[in-house]
């Protein structure tokens, strides 16, 4: 890898385009763009410049949304429109989406009529059906016949990214049918197209979820999911490959929120992430700022404290505890809603949680009423703290569960049930329910 | 799909209407429909679908698969494994006991049954298990017509026909064609000019999470296996990789947390109780030698009580630095954004990113402290054990899961509660020696 990239830098360097395209043609699209991102911003642009043009438009689409960015800032318009134009209108519409409005509509304008394509795709938000489709498939009329089907393609093959389903649609463009290049060509040349598609199709709507639409292609084994409006137009298709990347992105979203850590990793090439790091500890600083909340529940008992400070020793315990439990729960609400375990009985779902809750909070309820009493030869102070424990995990669980289902009930983005204000609410609710349980068997307060 | 599930079940007594109920259903939606009926009523409808039910069998869960195949007769049981596609029937056999796969495959039709043998020869989380040997292979030397005769001949019983894989005389993986290729190509050229040399392929034991890296990377519909010597196996395609991708995030989600089973939320709450006690506890016991440390500052407490009051906001603010870090690595891990060649920058970059962090928040601790209490000292002690502590958990988190990916372990096990348990210890121990020993506060 290093001396591929000393020869490219080397390349760069004398300005020998015909070097640099001759080791762009021995490499995948995906390893030339991880190529690319160990090179420096001026290197990258030249680079780009120096390639051919279907080639740099196929490294573009590669590249992560904030390194595109970057370059096109740098490029002119013109530079800028002739990469888009050669870049698959789903991806070009991805890049444009992010650009300033100006910049947007002078670039669409200097594309022409190919831009058309791109502004449909560009009326969808980023996390639908239709943020995520292609405009390329391959419809054909359904009064056809296999033979002319065939034809067709031939004539669109070359162009279109993967026609492996072929769909039949009507004069009105409404889907009607689909069958697969293998049906095509086990099928008799003078059959028609309507004897050999298959009817019972799964579509989603524009608007539809990603989600969704990765949730539907994994459960009926598709590799492409056609997109139709409300009258049943064809408006294009999700490949299978772009939904895993969705999957793995969003299951990597799942764990870093449970987490409190940034939607997305950043890459270890390029420079050092500034905003990345600054978002990262923002929403450390921010916890601290809310966790006072905490400090200033436990100052309202400070007479109790002061008449049994013994229990202090115990806050970490408790509100930890609490914590593991309350993560835990969200844990499986949050990856039981992204893989539809839980399916619609979310409430059923949430009652078995808190049950385990039970089950768990006598238990670690038992062993810290042994351990507080024992060790602090306190029956009293055993009751207190074994009893704030165990129904602590009750309220953890949950909340745990809650959370995330009020979130995704009252549509708010559920990345702020993240699993650090999870904790900030279990220490909270375990801390509070801990000190009036000591309250009222200890006595004290104002 | 839920009244589907209705109706089948008023119409079990009646095979050919159990039939017709299902004509124009999608077996994945009847699979769903039998998900709501028990096992002998689910048996019912699979005996009246007969080999139809193979193709509902595939898009069931293992266990209830499992559970299945033993409700129904002998002859049907051979019926729907032969109906099943090789890799999904093997995976099925390979979850039984041994002797009881034997017996399954020993009525199997031979043919079929030593496909299936020769899949299980695979460790099921390798893409030798995830593989299926129903694929098209031409050879080179034949040409465009010849290999679309070909394909039409056995294209009915392969499953993945988008790709058509080109192999020389022992069988070794030469180059792919996609079906497009051929169907634009002209009939008499040779497949060897129209096919791509340059074709990504894994070995068999190549564990699927590397075949899953290389699906995202390269956008891949199926990826050709083969052996040590390069020849053809099988094919793994793009919907069972979907399954792992997914899967695989849900572990880490869980084993982060410090849940153990997958299939958490199919579980019953006791069993899902006893699975979780054991960690809960352990993590219990860390807790108490914290609690036992702080026992040792039971003067400078009852001097000062309010030194109390912040115990809860230090353990949050270190174990939150510890669980992101912890989060990142295994998510980059399992990414493949870190590996041996990377490690390093990745521990350096996090380390900063650590040190930047505590700076942060040790300011804003040091404000909390001033702010309510105007004393110096308070501030001063909060700072300081934020700062320090948050720069251990940084370590800490990034350290652990790296560590047990070196010793072939989960990164993710139980990583979080464990990091935020230790923290705690870590956490206490600095914050009343800074605040007593060191500042004298409550002394």
């Known amino acids: 890898m290093s001396s591929l990239l000393d020869r490219t830098r080397e390349y760069l360097a004398a300005r020998q385009p015909e070097g640099l395209r001759a080791l762009a043609a021995e490499l995948h699209p995906a390893d030339l763009a991880d190529l690319f991102l160990q090179l420096e911003l001026p290197e990258r642009l030249t680079f780009l410049l120096l390639l051919d043009l279907d080639r740099a438009a196929q490294v573009l689409e590669e590249l992560p949304d904030e390194v595109r960015l970057q370059l096109l800032g740098r490029l002119n318009d013109e530079e800028a429109s002739r990469l888009l134009l050669q870049m698959g209108a789903d991806e070009a519409a991805d890049v444009l989406g992010e650009l300033p409005q100006d910049r947007l509509r002078r670039l669409l304008a200097r594309m022409g009529r190919e831009a058309e394509a791109v502004q449909e795709l560009l009326q969808y938000p980023e996390d639908t059906a239709g943020g995520l489709m292609t405009t390329e498939y391959v419809a054909v009329p359904d009064h056809l016949r296999a033979q002319d089907a065939l034809e067709e393609l031939r004539r669109v093959g070359q162009e279109v990214e993967l026609p492996y389903y072929v769909y039949v649609v009507d004069a009105e463009?409404?889907?009607?049918?689909?069958?697969?290049?293998?049906?095509l060509v086990v099928a008799p040349p003078d059959a028609p197209v309507r004897e050999i598609m298959r009817t019972d199709l799964v579509t989603v709507r524009p608007e539809t979820d990603r989600e969704e639409a990765a949730r539907l292609v994994e459960k009926y084994d598709l590799l492409a999911l056609p997109v139709c409006d409300g009258q049943g137009r064809m408006l294009g298709i999700i490949t299978a490959d772009d939904l895993l990347r969705v999957t793995a992105e969003e299951g990597t979203e799942d764990v870093l929120r449970l987490a409190g850590a940034p939607a997305a990793l950043a890459g270890l090439a390029g420079g050092f992430p500034w905003r990345w790091t600054a978002k990262r500890a923002g929403f450390l600083a921010f916890n601290l700022v809310l966790d006072v909340v905490a400090a200033v529940l436990i100052s309202r008992f400070e007479s109790t404290l002061e008449r049994s400070v013994a229990l202090a020793f115990f806050f970490p315990m408790i509100a930890a505890t609490a914590g593991n439990m309350g993560t835990q729960s969200l844990a499986v609400a949050v990856r039981g809603m992204a893989t539809g375990v839980l399916g619609e009985d979310r409430w059923a779902a949430a009652a078995r949680e808190v049950l385990t809750g039970a089950v768990v909070g006598g238990t670690c309820g038992l062993a810290?009423?042994?351990?507080?009493?024992?060790?602090?030869?306190?029956?009293?102070?055993?009751?207190?703290?074994?009893?704030?424990?165990?129904?602590?995990?009750v309220l953890a669980a949950a909340v745990g569960?809650?959370?995330?289902?009020?979130?995704?009930?009252?549509?708010?983005?559920?990345?702020?049930?993240?699993?650090?204000?999870?904790?900030?609410?279990t220490d909270n609710l375990s801390l509070g329910l801990y000190l009036i349980l000591a309250t009222l068997v200890l006595g004290g307060l104002p | 799909m839920n009244r589907l599930g209705e109706r089948l079940?008023?119409?079990?007594?009646?095979?050919?209407?159990?039939?017709?109920?299902?004509?124009?259903?999608?077996?994945?939606?009847?699979?769903?429909?039998?998900?709501?009926?028990?096992?002998?009523?689910?048996r019912q409808v699979l005996e009246a679908l007969g080999p139809r039910g193979a193709e509902v069998m595939e898009y069931l869960p293992p266990e209830r698969q499992r559970a299945l195949l033993q409700e129904v007769s002998p002859d049907l049981q051979t019926e729907i494994l032969e109906g099943m596609s090789t890799d999904d029937a093997a995976d099925l056999l390979g979850s039984l006991r041994p002797e009881e796969a034997r017996t399954l495959l020993d009525r199997m039709a031979p043919a079929e049954a030593e496909d299936v043998r020769r899949l299980l020869r695979y460790r099921p989380q390798t893409a030798g298990g995830r593989m299926t040997p129903e694929f098209v292979a031409v050879h080179h030397d034949q040409t465009v017509a010849e290999a679309l005769e070909h394909l039409r001949?056995?294209?009915p019983a392969a499953e993945t026909v988008y790709y058509?894989?080109?192999?020389?005389?022992?069988?070794?993986?030469?180059?792919?064609?996609?079906?497009?290729?051929?169907?634009?190509?002209?009939?008499?050229?040779?497949?060897?000019?129209?096919?791509?040399?340059?074709?990504v392929s894994v070995q068999a034991e190549d564990d699927q999470e590397t075949v899953a890296r290389l699906f995202e990377k390269y956008g891949l519909l199926a990826l050709p296996v083969v052996d040590r010597v390069g020849r053809l196996l099988g094919v793994v395609t793009v919907d069972d990789i979907l399954d792992v991708v997914e899967e695989e995030a849900t572990e880490d989600a869980y084993r982060l947390t410090g849940l153990v089973e997958a299939v958490e939320a199919e579980r019953s709450p006791w069993q899902r109780a006893l699975r979780r006690l054991p960690w809960l506890l352990a993590l219990m016991a860390l807790e108490a030698v914290t609690a036992r440390v702080a026992g040792h500052f039971e003067h400078a407490l009852q001097a000062l009580v309010a030194l109390a009051f912040f115990i809860p906001m230090l353990n949050d603010q270190a174990g939150n630095m510890g669980i992101q870090c912890a989060a990142i690595a295994v998510r980059a891990i399992a990414t493949g954004e870190v590996d041996r060649r990377t490690y390093r920058a990745f521990l350096l970059r996090e380390g900063l990113v650590g040190l930047l962090s505590a700076l942060l928040s040790a300011g804003v601790a040091a404000a909390i402290g001033w702010v309510w209490w105007r004393d110096?000292?308070?501030?001063?002690?909060?700072?300081?054990?934020?700062?320090?502590?948050?720069?251990?958990?940084?370590?800490?988190?990034?350290?652990?899961?790296?560590g047990l990916t070196l010793l072939r372990r989960d990164p993710a096990v139980a990583s979080g509660p464990f990091i935020t348990s230790l923290m705690d210890l870590v956490t206490v121990t600095v914050y009343f020696t800074v605040a007593v020993r060191m500042l004298r506060l409550g002394g």
């Open chain 2, 9 to 42: 079940r008023q119409l079990l007594r009646d095979p050919a209407r159990v039939r017709e109920a299902v004509r124009d259903a999608h077996p994945a939606d009847v699979a769903e429909a039998l998900k709501r009926l028990s096992d002998p009523e689910a």
């Open chain 1, 401 to 425: 569960m809650l959370v995330p289902f009020g979130f995704a009930a009252l549509r708010v983005d559920p990345a702020v049930a993240s699993g650090p204000l999870l904790t900030t609410i």
């Open chain 2, 153 to 155: 001949r056995v294209a």
């Open chain 1, 368 to 393: 810290a009423f042994l351990f507080a009493a024992l060790w602090q030869g306190s029956l009293t102070l055993g009751l207190v703290v074994g009893g704030a424990l165990g129904l602590s995990l």
């Open chain 1, 173 to 183: 463009r409404r889907l009607r049918g689909v069958f697969s290049l293998r049906d």
């Open chain 2, 376 to 402: 110096p000292r308070l501030s001063l002690a909060l700072a300081a054990t934020v700062f320090v502590a948050m720069n251990l958990a940084a370590l800490l988190g990034s350290l652990v899961p790296l």
């Open chain 2, 164 to 199: 058509v894989y080109v192999v020389d005389s022992e069988g070794r993986l030469r180059g792919v064609v996609s079906l497009r290729d051929l169907i634009v190509a002209r009939p008499e050229s040779r497949v060897a000019a129209v096919m791509t040399t340059r074709v």
